[in-house]
């Protein structure tokens, strides 16, 4: 069955430092979205995104944060200037379509990048 | 306040008892989804439930959406160890992001 991936699964950087966050969805979805969670607590959305462009974001989602699509299968998050509170799980999320109101297809999530700010 | 509280926050339990796991909202959605989450690994669809007093069976997990759309159940019957995990709880509002709920962590003991 085919599956989100992620890299790395686990990535230590230095406070102030960039961070890449690489996912490669499933290949025929549109849809990709990052989310993260902090140790003990709920997953969080931070963005979606559709047709080359951000869809929506969250307030997490600030001006430290981006994400781009440079090929045909890579969708990635980067962090640019790390603080210790950004340490997280980081999950990747794909799916094929989306539609208000309708029952629609899941987001296929991955086994995420564990983030650790030093 | 947390759009979507899931209760019990923690529970453990010995093979083979059943148990209940609730999700509550004071608002209405058009569906809502389970997942089962287990340490370093991400969110794993369980089921999508859409009609008010929709009631899903997987196996032995029997899932339940409220009548009036705003919470949910999911009950195990005759737990085994293999069910421990983080159980999540998700809806759609108007737009595509998942909204999580805070999660029950399951550990069932041999």
């Known amino acids: 069955e085919p599956e989100v991936t992620q890299t790395p699964s686990h990535q230590v950087t230095q406070m102030g430092q960039e961070v890449i966050l690489r996912c490669v969805p499933i290949?025929?979805?549109?849809?990709f979205y990052w989310y993260r969670q902090i140790l003990g607590q709920k997953v969080e959305f931070l963005v979606s995104f559709y047709n080359n462009e951000i869809s929506e974001k969250s307030e997490i989602f600030d001006d430290q944060f981006s994400v781009e699509r440079p090929d045909g299968s890579n969708f990635t998050l980067k962090i640019r200037s790390t603080k210790l509170e950004d340490s997280a799980m980081y999950f990747c999320a794909s799916s094929e379509g989306w539609q208000v109101g309708r029952s629609n297809q899941p987001q296929h999530f991955g086994d995420g990048t564990r983030l650790s700010i030093l | 306040t947390q759009l979507l509280e899931q209760s019990p926050q923690f529970l453990s339990i010995q093979e083979g008892e059943n148990l209940t796991v609730y999700c509550n909202s004071s608002?209405?959605?058009?569906?809502l989804q389970w997942y089962r989450q287990e340490p370093g690994e991400g969110p794993v669809l369980l089921v999508t439930?859409?009609?008010?007093?929709e009631v899903k069976k997987l196996k032995r997990l029997t899932f339940q959406f409220g009548d009036a759309r705003k919470d949910s159940s999911l009950h195990i019957t005759a737990a085994q160890p293999g069910d421990t995990g983080l159980y999540l709880c998700a809806v759609r509002g108007n737009t595509d992001k998942l909204i999580f709920g805070t999660g029950t962590r399951l550990q069932v003991f041999p």
């Open positions: 608002s209405v959605f058009s569906s």
């Open positions: 439930v859409v009609t008010g007093g």
């Open positions: 290949s025929n979805h549109l849809y």
